[in-house]
């Protein structure tokens, strides 16, 4: 299994700051990374696929990059909705697997 | 709008079967053009933890997490427009909120649809 490493597993910021979330495969996905947000008893929400490619409706102030092994999120200027938990996903191959979350916090 | 809903019994005893399903509405399970959709099930522990459980095509093809096929089945109903899930031999381990979600081909295999989530406890 291709194991999904997030850091940090926290991170505190305020709203307008920028953040960045790094996510690393233990070997080379190439750019199959999905990006998902998921609030308190709330379903995943899907935000990225592709790397950094931007699903339909998710505001620009999301991005993501990466190939190969490591890969960020980016979100440029927090907003209050967006303090949630990040993961990270590989559709490179089987078995899917996801990071262990990246939690942001209002500090 | 795709929705997707998961139902089923909350608490399962030890050793005894989890079954749910998940109703798909606002778009057909066969839909998609070939190879497009393809219908998931993913289970998150208390505190965290996403754990990929497999998937089935319309067709009924099937794969799954290779830490949990000895256990797992997932069936489809095209008439119904609904696919489940039976876990067997459950035990603590096995709570979780377990989702159905839509995998999408056409962005990069992303789980682009999810359902609310269905807590199950394993307990006696």
């Known amino acids: 299994d291709i194991q999904m490493t997030q850091s940090p597993s926290s991170l505190s910021a305020s709203v307008g700051d920028r953040v960045t979330i790094s996510c690393r495969a233990s070997?080379?996905?190439?750019?199959?990374l999905n990006w998902y947000q998921q609030k308190p008893g709330k379903a995943p929400k899907f935000l990225i696929y592709e790397a950094s490619k931007l699903q339909s409706g998710v505001p620009s102030r999301f991005s993501g990059s990466g190939s190969g092994t490591d890969f960020t999120l980016t979100i440029s200027s927090l907003q209050p909705e967006d303090f949630a938990t990040y993961y990270c996903q590989q559709s490179h191959s089987m078995p899917r697997t996801f990071g262990q979350g990246t939690k942001l916090e209002i500090k | 709008q795709v929705q997707l809903q998961e139902s089923g019994p909350g608490l399962v005893k030890p050793s005894q079967t989890l079954s749910l399903t998940c109703t798909v509405s606002?778009?057909?399970?066969?839909?998609?053009?070939?190879?497009?959709?393809?219908w998931n099930w993913i289970r998150q522990y208390p505190g965290k933890g996403l754990e990929w459980i497999g998937y089935?095509?319309?067709?009924?093809?099937?794969y799954y997490n290779p830490s949990l096929r000895s256990r797992v089945t997932i069936t489809v109903d095209t008439s119904e427009n609904q696919f489940s899930l039976n876990l067997t031999s459950v035990t603590a381990a096995d709570t979780a909120v377990y989702y159905c979600?839509?995998?999408?081909?056409?962005?990069?295999?992303?789980?682009?649809?999810w359902g609310q989530g269905a807590l199950v406890t394993v307990s006696s």
């Open positions: 606002g778009g057909s399970i066969n839909s998609g053009g070939y190879g497009a959709y393809y």
């Open positions: 070997q080379s996905i190439i750019s199959h």
């Open positions: 979600a839509r995998q999408n081909i056409a962005v990069g295999g992303g789980l682009d649809y």
């Open positions: 089935i095509y319309h067709s009924g093809s099937t």
